[in-house]
């Protein structure tokens, strides 16, 4: 791997793992899965991956073309995804993500509750809300299809891109699988903190994409 790629590599692997946000999902997938066994925790979170890695995957390969097919440039998709991005940035500075995806998991919780009253077992929380949106969201497609479409035609540097969002989904499942319990319990100061210094430099990282969206819209 060439210095330019491994750069590349670190860059995607930081936005990725910034963006999914492992430690902000996990407080909250143990939350979903609490009083539940060992097994069940293990297979959610590897199903869960499993399903956000289709997707992501699928977008990596297939989201440019997506793009052309709508009419939509690259210059616009970037700037576009980089407000989205700064979006979600600020709000895991100001712990409002978080505040959000704890909800949303309690109102699908409270659904499936009330949808099947008499269901025996927990529910399965592997696709949804697990897999989509909360581990393959908006941000984490937009980064994907981004760090994809600007290294189209160079195989080498895709695929560090393809390395760096595998790498960040096997951590995200070791995460969900093995420190759920511990991150919990760990309490919400942990979480909070990891989850404020990944926000800022997901601003940071945002503020670069649309800086390379208006760069090059306006000079095609």
Known sequence: MSPSDLSLFLTSFVT???????P?????????????????RFSMAL?????ATFILFAFA???????TAVGITLPAFSTAGGLLLFVMGFEMVFEKRTARR???AEHVAEESHLRHPDQLGPEDISVFPLGIPMLAGPGAI?????LMSANEGALTAQGAVLAALGLVLVLTFLSLAFL????????ETFSSLLSRLMGIMLCALAVQYVFNGLKDGLLS
């Open 180 to 187: 759920a319990e511990i991150i919990h319990r760990a309490g």
């Open 61 to 67: 390969f297939g989201g440019e073309a997506l793009l």
């Open 24 to 40: 902000g999902v996990v407080p909250i997938f143990a939350s979903l899965t609490s009083g539940t066994t060992r097994a069940y």
């Open 47 to 51: 199903r869960g991956t499993l399903v």
């Open 16 to 22: 990725l793992l910034v963006v999914i946000d492992p």
């Open 102 to 104: 704890s909800k949303f």
């Open 142 to 146: 937009a980064s994907t299809v981004l």
